[in-house]
């Protein structure tokens, strides 16, 4: 998967913003996504209009649900961390049988085999070290975000 990823961002020379992996529990795939700078400040311009309208909304005298809703409409932090949003959605995937544990200790192997990797996934990035990858946890598909480790 990180292979057919690598071979996409130098076959299109694309200057990664953000990498992530993320597994799909519904259906049982392990995706990887790219974004670039422009489509992460693009998405997150989008994000700001749409939330500003529904965080209004939510502090209004009231508004029973409120308070409930409102971790949904924080502020963007200034970069797009919504996978589905990435400019290379699914640019490799795979599948796992049905009996596949996505644990810990998986998660943990995949951030190590991202890092691996991740000198090629960074050859066309015009700042190697504000790159930021991301592996999904169970609970989020963002999950565990991190610069590039030196060694």
Not at 86 to 94: G, P, T
């Amino acid at each position: 998967m990180l292979k057919e990823s690598i071979a996409l961002i130098e076959k299109e020379h694309i200057d990664v913003y953000s990498f992530g992996i993320t597994y799909d529990v519904y259906n049982r795939w392990m995706v990887a996504c790219i974004d670039t700078e422009e489509n992460s400040l693009l998405a997150i311009s989008q994000h700001r209009a749409f939330a500003r309208k529904h965080f209004n909304d939510l502090i209004q005298p009231g508004n029973q649900l409120g308070y409930d809703m409102l971790v949904h409409w924080g502020a963007a932090t200034g970069r797009n961390t919504s996978l589905g949003d990435y400019r290379y959605h699914r640019v490799a995937e795979h599948q796992y049988p049905d009996d596949f544990s996505y644990d810990k200790a998986f998660i943990m192997d995949a951030i190590r085999l991202v890092i691996s990797y991740q000198d090629r996934i960074t050859t066309y990035s015009h700042d190697q070290d504000d790159v930021v990858f991301s592996c999904g946890t169970a609970e989020d598909e963002y999950g565990i975000s991190w610069y590039r480790v030196r060694s």
